[in-house]
């Protein structure tokens, strides 16, 4: 009986949203007193850079109406090693929870291994702490365009090279360098800078383009075996179909991780947080994401909501792994070396 319930309000939803269901046309937000902020806390060898970007919600904002897209001022910190010029560049994105020590740890390790470094401050640039619960403030799409944004931006400093640019995110973050890579968006988006290599660390593979023609660059995904929030499953799943049609992209799968398995610290439980291992998602070719369950459309903040509360858990487990995070800092750096700084 549930399941016939189930399956009327589903149908009723998806005709609904044939009516109503789209993306909403997020407002500009004013973020002068977060530059304000950073500028008094950025240090001697850094600076702020600012540049103009969107606020879509999803794929189909950016494929489909990104003109009726509010414009969005963001910012991020440009830092460069001290010594040299014609710096590859490392773009940096973090997770729902916004940056944190360790994300700052791999950065650094970048500089001193000779590249620029850009930390991408997408969720201050819209008065954002968190969107670990919702996720519906700052999505992926959304992100994505402020990276190629950065490119684009960055490409004005004579001391950046952009055809040596990576990019690199942790969990949304994650979400971000890899679906960075999917083409079409990539070439609605920037048809001149893309990334020659992405690095998504424990992303959200849930959602699987029906078009895989991703970019020729290498994409390395790091997941963790135990991850209950965003499932390392998934990634594999993708991985294997990305790799049957011809993508250059690998998976590390670290045995008895856990999400964040980098941080450097005991495991804890956000009983809000969605975990996303029973969820199964396809991203059409006009962007629009839906759920395997009779192709329900996560096309706005209400019908993600609806979307995940059939699909999605609330509690998930993260932190730190030893033996991951020891070997996750060896290969981040050897695969920006081996596609940045040698090619």
């Known amino acids: 009986m549930n399941k016939i319930i189930l399956i009327i309000f589903l149908?009723?939803?998806?005709?609904?949203?044939?009516?109503?269901?789209?993306?909403?046309?997020?407002?500009?937000v004013d973020n002068t007193i977060a530059i304000k902020l950073a500028n008094e806390q950025i240090k001697p060898n850094q600076n702020i850079i600012e540049f103009e970007s969107k606020n879509p919600f999803s794929f189909y904002d950016i494929f489909k109406r990104i003109d009726k897209i509010s414009t969005q001022n963001v910012y991020g910190i440009l830092t460069k090693p001290k010594v040299g010029n014609n710096f590859p560049i490392i773009i940096g994105v973090a997770g729902s929870k916004g940056w944190s020590k360790h994300h700052y740890a791999y950065m650094d390790r970048f500089l001193k291994n000779g590249f620029a470094i850009f930390t991408l401050h997408?969720?201050?640039?819209?008065?954002?702490?968190?969107?670990?619960?919702?996720?519906?403030?700052?999505?992926?799409p959304m992100i994505i365009y402020d990276a190629f944004m950065a490119l684009k931006e960055?490409?004005?400093?004579?001391?950046?090279?952009?055809?040596?640019?990576?990019i690199l995110g942790w969990s949304l973050g994650g979400g971000v360098a890899l679906y960075s890579a999917w083409y079409p968006i990539q070439n609605t988006i920037s048809p001149k800078y893309k990334f020659?290599?992405?690095l998504p660390f424990y992303p959200p593979c849930m959602a699987v383009p029906d078009n895989l023609n991703f970019n020729k660059a290498p994409i390395h995904i790091l997941a963790g075996e135990k991850d209950n929030w965003v499932p390392a499953d998934a990634c594999v799943e993708l991985v294997n179909k990305?790799?049957?049609v011809g993508n250059d992209i690998e998976i590390t799968v670290f045995s008895g991780a856990h999400h964040s398995?980098?941080?450097?610290?005991?495991?804890e439980i956000i009983d809000d947080a969605y975990s996303f291992t029973d969820c199964r998602m396809t991203i059409s070719d006009n962007g629009i994401v839906r759920s395997s369950i009779l192709g329900f459309p996560l096309s706005s903040p209400l019908f993600?909501?609806?979307?995940?509360?059939?699909?999605?858990?609330r509690g998930t487990t993260f932190g730190g792994n030893k033996q991951a995070r020891d070997k996750s800092k060896i290969i981040a750096i050897d695969f920006m070396?081996?596609?940045l700084m040698n090619n």
Request: hydrophobic share 35%; charged share 20%.
């Open 122 to 140: 997408s969720f201050e640039s819209r008065n954002i702490v968190s969107t670990v619960g919702e996720q519906i403030s700052a999505t992926i």
């Open 196 to 198: 020659s290599a992405h």
């Open 304 to 313: 993600q909501k609806i979307g995940l509360s059939i699909c999605a858990k």
């Open 154 to 166: 960055l490409d004005k400093d004579p001391e950046i090279n952009v055809e040596k640019a990576g």
């Open 242 to 244: 990305m790799n049957y």
């Open 337 to 339: 070396n081996k596609y």
């Open 11 to 28: 149908s009723i939803s998806i005709f609904v949203y044939n009516y109503l269901g789209t993306s909403p046309i997020y407002n500009a």
């Open 261 to 267: 398995f980098d941080r450097n610290q005991e495991l």
